[in-house]
């Protein structure tokens, strides 16, 4: 689990949009790229290297 006030600030580091908390991955979703950045003991990893790509499904899941 990441905190809500950390959530708020946090923003995509490709495209500055805002992301979206996936609870059940434990990741942070950024619909645009479709990248998913993993969360580390409660720390956003906010690097494209360590993000995973997500299946345009997995996006559309995520956002219904
Ligand atoms: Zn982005």
Redesign the pocket.
Known sequence: MIDKKLLDILA?P??K?PLRYDKLKDELI?R??R?AFPVRDGIPVMLEDEARTLSSEETDALYK
């Open positions: 995509c490709l495209c949009s950024c645009a790229d990248l």
